[in-house]
């Protein structure tokens, strides 16, 4: 069993549909950071959270510690989101696999 | 600020070869963490540098190896390259330690032919 997981692995939407891209971890962590990684490799930071609720632009970042479970929402989606978002656990180097979000116009 | 800065960024090498990459961090920042990334396992931890001492170490062979100079600079070295070695080597800075937020480079694509 992986100690951070995804779902869904690939997501295909509609542009301006409300997307949810979900993360379960298993380990104990101080934050949850999540990446955009587009075509051809570079890999952006996106929201680093600890607690609560984070927003930037139409990326909303939500965490419950208790749940141990985190979620990524991207509101009125545009093709420019097509890119792999990775969930990590950065304090013990844990990765999530990857949803791979492809929007299409 | 200039950002992460890896070399070379596309290599061809061929089995049993070695191979060294080179990571610039931001300026200012003192920890380097090292990835890989394959199709089939995702992104996988290599090592972690802080101020020149290996900090923590993911689950690779000896093979795998790193270090970081005194301006932070940091290379790794896999040597006895396998067909496996075979993905995308990427870097990571951030002012203290893998627990910030990090700031990736553009990676160094690796074919192992």
């Known amino acids: 069993k992986n100690e951070v997981e995804q779902s869904p692995q690939n997501l295909t939407a509609q542009e301006g549909e409300f997307i949810t891209i979900n993360c379960s971890y298993s380990?104990?962590?101080?934050?949850l950071h999540w990446l955009q990684q587009h075509p051809g490799g570079g890999i952006v930071s996106l929201f680093m959270?600890?607690?609560g609720k984070k927003k930037h632009g139409r990326l909303i970042a939500t965490i419950n510690i208790q749940e141990k479970h985190s979620s990524l929402h991207i509101t009125a989606s545009h093709p420019r989101d097509s890119a792999v978002y990775i969930c990590?656990?950065?304090?013990?180097?844990?990765f999530g696999t990857g949803t791979s979000l492809t929007v299409i116009p | 600020k200039a950002g992460v800065t890896q070399t070379p960024r596309y290599l061809i090498k061929t089995r049993g070869q070695q191979v060294t990459l080179s990571c610039s961090p931001i300026s200012g920042h003192r920890s380097v963490s090292w990835y890989q990334q394959t199709p089939g396992q995702g992104l996988q931890f290599l090592f972690e540098?802080?101020?020149?001492?290996?900090?923590n170490k993911g689950n690779f062979p000896g093979r795998f190896s790193g270090r970081q100079f005194s301006n932070s600079r940091s290379e790794m070295n896999v040597s006895t390259l396998e067909l496996g070695d075979s993905a995308l080597y990427l870097c990571?800075?951030?002012?203290?330690?893998?627990?910030?937020?990090?700031?990736f480079g553009p990676g160094t694509r690796l074919l192992v032919l």
């Open positions: 959270l600890s607690s």
């Open positions: 540098y802080f101020s020149e001492t290996q900090r």
């Open positions: 990590a656990v950065p304090n013990q180097f844990y």
């Open positions: 990571a800075s951030s002012l203290a330690g893998a627990g910030e937020t990090q700031y």
């Open positions: 380990v104990g962590i101080s934050a």
